[in-house]
């Protein structure tokens, strides 16, 4: 049992790893002008919307408008939350 716990938490660990290397790509592409159509853009965005959208919403119940933001703060809470579980998951007492 002690080895289940131990693997969920490195897979978990894993996978957020790589959630934060695509928010990554998708911030460094937002720099560029590109087509929002291809194929490279679609997956980034379907691969990180389900974590910034309920935070997009969240904020807009709270009454932000997070579409005439110049910086898009949602993702940025979002990376946040990535980096805050990513660094107390290896501390979960097993």
Do not use: C, H
């Not at 969240?58 to 990376?79: E, N």
């Amino acid at each position: 049992m002690k080895y289940l716990a131990y693997f969920i938490v490195y897979f978990s660990y894993g996978l957020l790893s790589v959630l934060q290397f695509l928010m990554l790509m998708r911030a460094v592409m937002s720099w560029f002008v590109q087509d929002e159509r291809s194929r490279i853009t679609m997956f980034l965005y379907y691969a990180t919307e389900p974590v910034i959208m309920p935070i997009r919403w969240i904020m807009r119940k709270m009454g932000m408008d997070t579409d005439s933001m110049l910086i898009d703060i949602p993702f940025m809470v979002a990376v946040l939350v990535i980096f805050l579980v990513q660094l107390l998951l290896p501390t979960v007492n097993i």
